[in-house]
């Protein structure tokens, strides 16, 4: 498709935000901030409302192809958007959650062995549920969320062709709008769990298909930020015995804001580059024999460990034990 095209999806974009900030406010979805917040000012909930529709505009495109993807991030959007206004059960929501990425694992289940399929399974519900557990900054879904588009998109185009590029395009574009609403000092709009747990499925079906093209686990270190950030995080909540489904203020990029004062906006950008530049290596790693290729990505979940243990040294004394 042209360029003159993907203007126009921009455009669709921008003006179904401007609509859904009207609707939001008028309604009351809302953020109000509490002592676990890191913004201290009422936003509208919900504007990652916008990922679901370019999956939709880009899905009805390439039907019947993207039937499972559409069902899946449809499911998971509405539950999700469910939980935005009112708070549902954690049992209803996982049960959704599970049910939607059987459908991105429709292709898996006739190419792994079961217990193959089902650690994967369960690890990408992980995944999804990470990722909403780190949107918590202005711009961090969004710009860490266009990295990881960006490489994939990269790949795809000179590397492994695993998927149609309008795929990842409508993402990118869908990230961009975002931003435009979210990427500020007082953010118009934040994603809501709808706009992390939309983009994260989307970014998690293109990793399922670019693994089972190019037969290789190593591209979900495309997510090793994020995965470093949340598995370290819940390390330390169950070993502080809190509620792990709770809101807190422990992440890395959390501490970075609320305790050493640095700009959201900056915190954010280091999250996203830092992922882009890991991405790169992983990249330039992939042609190498396998062997090889893992051992650079544990060097860098190791080398990002230590990173992720400079946390601890900025927390105040009595918020760490």
């Given amino acids: 498709m042209g360029i003159i095209y993907y203007l126009l999806v921009t455009a669709v974009l921008i003006t179904a935000m401007l609509f859904y900030l009207k ?3 008028k309604y009351d979805i809302i953020d109000k901030p509490n002592e676990r917040s890191s913004h201290n000012y009422i936003t509208v909930r919900g504007g990652g409302i916008i990922f679901w529709l370019s999956a ?24 999700s958007f469910w939980d935005d206004i009112s708070s549902l059960p954690n049992k209803i929501r996982i049960a959704i959650h599970f049910i939607a990425i059987g459908f991105l694992f429709h292709e898996m289940f006739w190419i792994l062995p079961l217990w193959q399929t089902v650690v994967a399974f369960i690890f990408f519900a992980g ?16 710009l860490y969320s266009l990295a990881v588009l960006i490489a994939l998109q990269y790949v795809n185009l000179q ?44 970014i998690v079906a293109l990793i399922i298909q670019l693994m089972i093209k190019s037969v290789s686990g190593i591209w979900v270190m495309f997510l ?40 959201h906006l900056v915190v954010s950008a ?10 790169l290596i992983i990249i330039i790693a992939y042609s190498w024999c396998h062997p090889v290729k893992w051992l650079v990505g544990i060097c860098l979940i190791a080398l990002y460990s230590l990173v992720y243990l400079l946390k601890f040294a900025m927390l105040k004394k009595e918020k760490t034990i």
């Fill in 127 to 142: 995944v999804l549920n990470a990722y909403n557990f780190m949107d918590g900054i202005n711009g961090i879904t969004g």
């Fill in 159 to 202: 590397i492994v062709h695993f998927i149609t590029p309008d795929f990842i395009t409508y993402a990118i574009i869908a990230c961009i709008v975002f931003l435009f609403f979210n990427y500020r000092s007082r953010a118009r709009c934040f994603a809501g769990d709808i706009g992390s747990m939309a983009i994260s499925f989307w």
């Fill in 270 to 279: 280091g999250y996203a580059l830092t992922q882009l530049i890991i991405c």
């Fill in 23 to 25: 609707i939001a406010d």
């Fill in 56 to 79: 939709f505009i880009c899905s009805i495109f390439y039907l019947p192809d993207s039937l499972y993807f559409l069902i899946g991030i449809t499911l998971i959007s509405a539950v």
């Fill in 224 to 263: 090793m930020v994020y995965g470093v950030d949340s598995a370290y995080t819940i390390i330390h909540r169950i070993y502080l015995r809190q509620n792990i489904f709770q809101a807190h203020r422990l992440h890395f990029y959390q501490v970075l804001t609320n305790e050493r004062g640095l700009s």
